[in-house]
């Protein structure tokens, strides 16, 4: 059973920055793609960030471009979320999301808070 676990969440300052983890175990096929969503109070769930299986190619929404970065573990099964100058407006739980042969899954979620 292919398990997600998203990690890396806290309170921070505005301006502030905070690296996310996404570690996959429990699978043996390669992952396509991963990505990164968030789901503030109240509102839908919102992509952020995806990369390819390769680490190549990545795809960030407009509201964190050139804030946010997202990159591959060179094992494959694990994806980072890079995020500095974070504003009050990243508040949300952020879920990690993986894609495989015929299915995806998602992680738990991680909490970010950016609070003054």
């Known amino acids: 059973q292919v398990q997600l676990a998203d990690s890396g969440g806290g309170s921070v300052r505005p301006g502030g920055s905070l690296r996310l983890s996404c570690a996959a175990s429990?699978?043996?096929?390669?992952?396509?793609?991963m990505a990164w969503f968030r789901q503030a109070p109240g509102k839908e769930r919102e992509f952020v960030a995806a990369?390819?299986?390769?680490?190549?190619?990545?795809l960030i929404a407009d509201s964190v471009k050139g804030r946010f970065t997202i990159s591959r573990g060179n094992n494959g099964n694990t994806a980072y979320l890079q995020m500095n100058n974070l504003k009050p407006e990243d508040t949300a739980v952020y879920f990690c999301?993986?894609?495989?042969?015929?299915?995806?899954?998602w992680g738990k979620g991680t909490l970010v808070t950016v609070s003054s």
């Open positions: 990369v390819s299986w390769s680490g190549s190619r990545t």
């Open positions: 999301y993986a894609t495989y042969p015929g299915t995806n899954y």
């Open positions: 429990g699978g043996t096929a390669t992952i396509y793609t």
